[in-house]
């Protein structure tokens, strides 16, 4: 089973940046990723008012397979793995950060995803001296 980290943020279907818990009281259609452009699913949690969105395995785009979201840190993944024991609905968080990328020189804070060169593979994280 793939395990996808929650996002809290999508571009809604007129492309317009939007949170989960807006979502809940104007819903659209489709969702995108803010980063990638993969389709997404929301999850509206009406119950709980914790609403996110999450990746699906058939509307990963061409970079979607380079996404924070997509491919979580593997220290997340094992300690998600772990508190699933005694949460079964658990999912990775995506860190934020701030980032350079060697590839194209491009600085930025936010998830480890260039959207210069559409990975977070060359990014190395930036730290504050």
């Excluded at 659209?28 to 119950?47: E, F, K, M, V």
């Excluded at 380079?66 to 024991?85: A, D, H, T, W």
Aim: charged letters at 25%.
């Amino acid at each position: 089973m793939t395990m996808y980290a929650k996002s809290f943020l999508a571009l809604d279907g007129n492309g317009r940046l939007t949170g989960a818990r807006t979502a809940q009281t104007a819903p659209y259609d489709r969702y995108t990723c803010h980063l990638c452009g993969s389709a997404l699913r929301y999850h509206p949690q009406y119950d709980t008012e914790r609403p996110w969105f999450e990746h699906t395995d058939d509307g990963l785009t061409e970079h979607g397979h380079e996404c924070p979201y997509v491919r979580p840190e593997r220290r997340e993944i094992l300690l998600i793995k772990r508190l699933r024991q005694f949460v079964p609905d658990a999912l990775p968080v995506v860190r934020k950060a701030s980032w350079h990328c060697r590839q194209c020189h491009h600085d930025y804070y936010g998830e480890q995803y260039c959207t210069h060169c559409h990975t977070g593979r060359f990014s190395e994280e930036v730290v504050a001296e």
